[in-house]
């Protein structure tokens, strides 16, 4: 079992950034590959990002490429998500995401998911 806990959420302005942590519970957080999705209201949830288990290898979405930067620290059992230049629809809760058999991108592959924090980027 793996618990995964999202902070960093917040408000901020147009333009701006955050940073997401998510820190995972257990020993084997290496053994699986993660992700970033998130869910605006009255929308599906959607992939953001997800980065490898030796955290070599990462994918974005379309919509946040060359503007948020996933990576990990598997010492510290922690990801993260760097967002800057945010804009007001990338207003969401952010949920982090651990797949131990695929590559993180896939939503109906996740093992484990966070609860999720809430980002409200103001215009």
């Known amino acids: 079992q793996v618990q995964l806990v999202e902070s960093g959420g917040g408000l901020v302005q147009a333009g701006g950034s955050l940073r997401l942590s998510c820190a995972a519970s257990g020993r084997s957080f290496s053994r699986y590959a993660m992700g970033w999705y998130r869910q605006a209201p009255g929308k599906e949830r959607e992939f953001v990002a997800a980065?490898?288990?030796?955290?070599?290898?990462?994918n974005y979405a379309d919509s946040v490429k060359g503007r948020f930067t996933i990576s990990r620290d598997n010492g510290r059992n922690t990801m993260y998500l760097q967002m800057n230049s945010l804009k007001p629809e990338d207003t969401a809760v952010y949920s982090c995401?651990?797949?131990?058999?695929?590559?993180?991108?896939?939503?109906?592959?996740?093992?484990?998911w966070g609860k999720g924090t809430l980002v409200t980027v103001s215009s």
């Open positions: 980065i490898s288990r030796s955290g070599r290898n990462t």
């Open positions: 995401a651990a797949d131990l058999t695929g590559d993180g991108t896939v939503v109906n592959g996740i093992t484990y």
